[in-house]
């Protein structure tokens, strides 16, 4: 029911800034659950941000750096990362979830837009 595809990502020097999109397809509710996920090769996925109800929350290695937002319009989800660090390097995922009466929540990802934060 819902598609989502992630772009935005390259090389980018420590120090820099990067914007990802998630243009979300399907049956998409605005005011729903959306976040962004990371994760570099053998580790576990790891939270990042995430935009519900209004309101926004972060992971604290990335918090005071990036900023989560949706235009609701476009049905696309932003991940606007400034002062970008080494460790900032992974593979980054959109996430939406829709909780459902009486049925199984959706729970979409997108196929990941990899970056790299490297001198």
């Known amino acids: 029911q819902v598609q989502l595809v992630e772009s935005g990502g390259g090389l980018v020097q420590p120090g820099g800034s990067l914007r990802l999109s998630c243009a979300a397809s399907?049956?998409?509710?605005?005011?729903?659950?959306m976040a962004w996920h990371r994760q570099v090769p053998g580790k576990e996925r790891e939270w990042v941000a995430v935009?519900?109800?209004?309101?926004?929350n972060y992971a604290d290695s990335v918090k005071g750096r990036f900023t989560i937002s949706r235009d609701n319009a476009k049905n696309t989800l932003y991940l606007q990362m400034n002062s970008l660090k080494p460790e900032d390097t992974a593979v980054y995922y959109c996430?939406?979830?829709?909780?459902?009466?009486?049925?199984?929540?959706?729970?979409?990802w997108g196929q990941g837009t990899l970056v790299t934060v490297s001198s």
């Open positions: 935009i519900s109800g209004g309101s926004t």
């Open positions: 996430n939406y979830k829709q909780f459902r009466a009486y049925l199984n929540p959706i729970d979409a």
């Open positions: 399907g049956s998409i509710l605005s005011f729903n659950y």
